[in-house]
């Protein structure tokens, strides 16, 4: 059920967009990377993370309010369901160790892939955490990004901002 190959295949049924699809792939990545460090099931982290904005495109002020709607009639466990709505910030419950993480690479993956593309050779492999600290201090740099929820989201991990960068940073090589 939460084998990639089926969650892409859901995911290309509600997303389109290319950057909406190159997101996914960089949070499902993330969250498979964070799932081996933790020694966790690393083909469901990876599926919640690939799936987390399949409503986005077809509700996109009211995400992640309609993902029950599009995935329970697929099959999706309620629980599957939930850990992905968990990741937006209003979530009032409290949450796992996966759905902290969800809510800690969202934002994240997008930042450290921004701060690649900025640079000359556009390679994760040679950004530093320090690059990347330095972009987010600099408020004009994606300045969509709200850098409290990026701290917050290490915060939620229990790492250091520059940590979680470089644990996100290893991710998007090693699975993107």
Known sequence: MYSKEKCLETLNQFI??????????????????????????????????????????????????????????????????????????????????????????DEMTGFVTACALVRPDKSLENLEVKSVMKKLKDKAFARAVDRDDLRAGAALLELLVEEHIEHVRLALIKYV
């Open 16 to 105: 389109s967009e290319p950057h909406l699809i190159k997101h996914s792939l960089a949070v499902g990545a993330a969250m498979r990377y964070y799932a081996e460090l933790y020694g966790e099931d690393v083909e469901y982290w990876q599926a919640v993370g690939l799936l987390h904005d399949a409503d986005f495109e077809k509700f996109p002020d009211e995400h992640p309010r309609h993902t029950a709607e599009l995935l329970a009639p697929l099959g999706y466990a309620e629980q599957f369901i939930a850990d992905i709505v968990s990741h937006c910030w209003e979530w009032d419950a409290g949450r796992s160790r996966l759905q902290k993480t969800l809510a800690a690479v």
